[in-house]
């Protein structure tokens, strides 16, 4: 297992930090160092097995680039919850949630989310640096995160002038002579102190007189091994709460070139396959479906008006219906109930079911209830409707199983 840790005292963007790395093998044998982001290619190229597999290298970054909350969001499933979840969370931050990347843990609902936010930019540039240098990490967490995992009620790391302060639910990087106070206020019984340790005169300055457990290694040394999992010293701990979530998700492979080439073109022919005969079937699965609904609207035709002559084409059709129809209307002419319902069901894609329609005359609104293939399909559904002349509107939206009931409101432009 590798750990790389950057120093706090830079900016990313810029590409110049010193960074701190450890490497533990299998038997727990640590080694650890400094070194620059223009001589991270050197590493790489010094131990290239080191960085062969990314679910065995690990980012801890600075505490400060990352806040960690515990949020309740109200919901009956998880895919609703992880919807809400960045409106949730953005009262608790000063950046715009647009701007931000939120990693949780599962969702459990009727529990809160625990959530870790990092401005995207600052993690795309910690990243960047790594990738520039051959790097790929499966992992990335805060020092806070790492640290916190701990039988005691408090842990700080030293650094200079400035300790790292992580409780159970709260984390914070404070100057030295607050620290007393800080842990005054908290009311803790136990401190587990690394790279330092407060001295006499400071435990005494705290009210509750904590039992203070020292432990003597290097900062790094501690952090790579909190850092790995239980029992298995290369492998990460999988209790940790992972930024590398959604778009920053890491997909692993084989690196090997044969590895690369067979994989490439297995997966070129499965999607070329795939797409063919998807294609061929959706068009099979849509010309049957619009046959049966053209056949089922000429006999609702011949059914309606038994006297008149059968139209010859659907345009035919739709325009004959839509004459009878406005002829009986009184007050909005050619526009009617059926003609908005006619307009609003069209725009339903193939898959799509109507469950319910309402309709109010006044305000000449359709409302249907529909069950839809996915949360895609409502774009779709959105951008149809604006050709055929009305204004779709989606009330309400949720997941049912494996599609999305979807409350539609329809209105002429």
Known sequence: ??????????VPSKAICTWHWCHQDEQGGRVAGEVSTADLPSLVEAHPDWFEQPDRVALVLPSEDVVYLNVSVPGRTANSIRQALPFALEEFITSDIENVHIAHRPIRPGQPTACAVIEVDLLRAW???MFDAGITAGTAVSQAEVIRMQDSDAALLFDQ????????????LIDRAAVPSILDALAIDTITSIG???SDLELGQISSAPEQIVMQMPPVDY?????????????????LLNL??????????????????????????AWVAIAVVGLATQGLWFEYQANERTAENFAAFETLFPDDSVPVTTT???????????????AEGTVSMMDLMLRTTSVLGP??????????????????DVLISGFDELDAIKNRSAAAGIVVEVSDATAERDRVRARLKGTYL
């Open 316 to 330: 035919q059709l739709q325009r004959r219906l839509a004459s009878k129809i406005g002829a009986t209307a009184d």
């Open 127 to 129: 990243l960047g640096m």
């Open 351 to 368: 898959n799509s079911e109507l469950q319910a329609v309402r309709f109010r005359a006044k305000q000449m609104e359709l409302t249907a």
């Open 161 to 172: 002038e400035q300790v790292l302060v992580v409780t159970s639910d709260q984390d914070a």
């Open 1 to 10: 297992m590798l750990m790389l840790s950057p120093k706090r005292t830079v």
């Open 223 to 239: 952090l790579a091994q909190r850092l790995a999992a239980p029992g298995n010293a290369v492998k990460i701990n999988s209790g």
């Open 196 to 198: 330092g340790e407060l």
């Open 244 to 269: 590398l979530q959604g778009d920053f998700a890491v997909r692993y492979e084989d690196k090997g070139v044969g590895a690369k080439w067979r994989n490439t073109l297995a997966l070129a022919f």
